[in-house]
């Protein structure tokens, strides 16, 4: 399957919304400290509802543990200023699908970092800074499983 990767996320609710995420699609979820929240706020737990022991989720203390745990997978950044349409990436199983923090997006040294594939874009309307970071999370991992033909995660 695929694992979603978020970059020192912020807000506990968008992060409880992906461990959900995770445990419907079996995508892994790999978080990058620091976090802006505790693991266990109450934010995080109600997003999540009750399918926290049902995802697979790992925290990381820095990208480059993160994505040495992943390696060799393919690294997908996704911002608002990519260079590739997220429906034209031809999706491998094993690929990682990267986000950044909430107000800001993935920094510069991260976009630019030589272990990320391609900087991936989901189309938006002119003038608008961003999507909410788990409906992002949500619209790339559907699409990458279902390129795959929505098939179950072995």
């Known amino acids: 399957m695929f694992s979603i990767l978020f970059y020192e996320p912020r807000i506990a609710g968008n992060t409880g919304a992906a461990i959900r ?6 995508a892994e979820l790999h978080l990058v400290e620091p976090l802006g929240f505790d693991l266990e706020e109450s ?20 990208l480059d543990a993160a994505l040495a745990a992943l390696a060799p997978a393919r690294v997908y950044a996704f911002t ?3 260079d590739e349409l997220y429906t034209d990436v031809v999706y491998m199983p094993g690929d990682v699908l ?11 040294e991260v976009l630019a970092d030589p272990r990320v594939t391609a900087r991936v874009r989901l ?3 002119p003038g608008r800074r961003s999507m909410n970071l788990a409906n992002t999370a949500s619209v790339a991992v559907f699409e990458a499983w279902r390129q795959q033909g929505f098939s179950l995660p072995e």
């Open 21 to 26: 995420l995770a445990a419907v699609t079996g």
């Open 43 to 62: 934010k995080l737990r109600r997003a999540g509802l009750d399918y926290h022991d049902l995802a697979v989720m790992s925290v990381h203390p820095d």
């Open 80 to 82: 608002a200023g990519g």
């Open 98 to 108: 990267m986000f950044g923090p909430e107000p800001t997006g993935l920094p510069p």
């Open 123 to 125: 189309p938006m309307l």
